[in-house]
């Protein structure tokens, strides 16, 4: 495993005791040394208290920090972290996820370092791409480790978590018309159910993945609605499957991002507008647009959506790393969700840091009915999820 470049260059052990002849112990000494030098930088645990002023000045003699992110609010952060702290220049990227990790891979390969930082959803392929082949690691600030749950700092630290749910137009609709997931593939809502396209939107496999894996939930909640057991179709294997089968069979509209959805939904001035499924987050584009009226979904069974993880990481060789471990640290915020947290501080994303409330007019994660996509789930099993998909396309 090749150490970071900007740790201690060590001499081959080899070379080292044919013409210096140094003793076993010796080299067992400089391995050791080693060891510890790469757990100082790379350790997932307590990063070691936090000290700003030291972390700053060593930041300001690299001068920049380069980021790629999976959204356009690095500007954002960016631009006040360079307020912040003078002398340190913010090079952002706007990337969708997947194109993240091939870059990442691209450049390791070619020995081209360029990114220090990376920014992204689609854990599952973040950590066995790219931390389980040591191209990317972990850092925790120290000053967070006591405020941030073990589940949102390993392997990869959280930046926030999403949601992903069912939203409706409240203008035509004066009260939420779905109780139940299973109400979407019924020939009422034939044709009238969009949901974004699992083969550009990767946070939508982790969803439909999410959906499989809880398939004993959702047999008993179709169990709960329809008053019988559930019949599988022929060759399919659970309840998950079957309803992603039944809600493509019913017309499914399937649109390229969850913008779309949302605007298809909120400027609707159909009689009978339809529903569907988008990132919680986009609530924040009715201030941009009054025209938009549509609202989420919340008293849904089994659940009324699945959230996922955005995760941010430090990237093997990185160039500039103190600067990457300052960012780190302004992205996560203060506790009153502001600093490089602002951008994010709103209704739809969720903090992990158990200091800073929910947005308001949100409420806590806890406090709704979710399931929470397991990376290790995604992995193993999404890209069989998403070949269901599509062999089952109309």
Sequence with gaps: ??????????????????????????????????????????????????????????????????????????????????????????????????????????????????????????????INELYNKKLVYNHVPG????????????????????????????????????KSLWELTTPQWKGRVIFPDPQKLSEFVEVLATIVQHSDEMAAEYKKVFGKK????????????EWILRLLNNDVIILGSTNSVAKSVGLSDQENP????????????????????????TDVSPVMGIT??????????AKNPNAAKLLIHWMMGDEKGGQGYSPYFVLGNFPVRTDVPAPEGSKNLSDLRLWKSDPNNVWNNGQKVLDFWVAHLR
């Design 230 to 241: 559930i019949t599988l179709s022929s060759g399919v294997e659970n309840a998950g499957y």
């Design 143 to 178: 000053d967070l480790e006591d405020l941030i749950p073990p589940d949102y700092k390993q392997p990869l630290l959280v930046h926030h978590a999403s949601v992903d749910a069912l939203i409706y137009n409240d203008e035509k609709m004066s009260s939420p018309p779905i």
């Design 1 to 126: 495993m090749p150490f970071p470049a900007y740790c201690v260059t060590f001499v081959h052990t080899e070379k080292m005791c044919n013409e210096r002849r140094v003793t076993m112990r010796k080299v067992v000494s400089v391995l050791s040394l080693a060891s510890l030098v790469f757990f100082f930088f790379f350790s997932n645990a307590s990063a070691g208290p936090f000290d700003e002023a030291a972390l700053y000045q060593a930041a300001k003699k690299e001068g920049e920090v380069t980021i790629y992110s999976y959204s356009s609010r690095v500007f954002k952060f960016g631009k006040t972290f360079e307020e912040k702290y003078p002398g340190i220049k913010v090079n952002g990227f706007d990337i969708d996820s997947p194109e993240i990790v091939t870059k990442i891979l691209a450049e390791q390969a070619a020995k081209n370092y360029v990114a220090d930082v990376i920014f992204l959803k689609d854990p599952s392929t973040v």
């Design 308 to 317: 996922t993880d955005v995760v941010v990481g430090i990237v093997n060789k």
């Design 274 to 297: 339809p529903v569907g499924f988008t990132a919680y987050s986009r609530l924040r584009d009715k201030k941009k647009n009054p025209n938009l009226k549509f609202e989420v979904m």
